[in-house]
């Protein structure tokens, strides 16, 4: 059974920091892409950050770029997302994925998901 569990979410003031960790287990976490993704009440799951099965590339939304940072251990399958510089419209819940495509940017191209993390950044 494959399961992934986010964590590391809270409350965080303008331009701080958090960490998300996504736990993962019963796949084979070294052959697939992973991906950040949140989605507001009432939107369409958006795309944050991705990183490939052997880490040579990352992507990110152009709201995140330079502000956050993904990250994998494929000895712990485990997967990091980490946010500096959080703004206001950072709240939302985080979601994290697996899955195999040629762009690691859709959703669609992912397989398996967590339940979600809530982020809120207070001003």
């Known amino acids: ?5 986010e964590s590391g979410g809270g409350l965080v003031q303008v331009g701080g920091s958090l960490r998300l960790s996504c736990a993962t287990s019963g796949l084979p976490f070294n052959n697939y892409n992973m991906g950040w993704f949140r989605q507001a ?3 369409e799951r958006e795309f944050v950050a991705a990183i490939r099965w052997s880490s040579e590339s990352t992507y990110y939304s152009a ?3 330079g502000r956050f940072t993904i990250s994998r251990d494929n000895a712990k399958s485990t997967l990091y997302l980490q946010m500096n510089s959080m ?3 950072d709240t939302t819940v985080y979601y994290c994925a697996a899955g195999r495509g040629p762009s690691s940017t859709r959703v669609s191209e992912y397989i398996y998901w967590g339940q979600g993390t809530q982020v809120t950044v207070s001003s």
Request: proline content about 14%; overall charge positive; charged content about 30%.
């Open 1 to 5: 059974q494959v399961q992934l569990v």
């Open 41 to 43: 009440p009432g939107k």
């Open 63 to 65: 709201s995140v770029k």
């Open 87 to 89: 703004k206001p419209e």
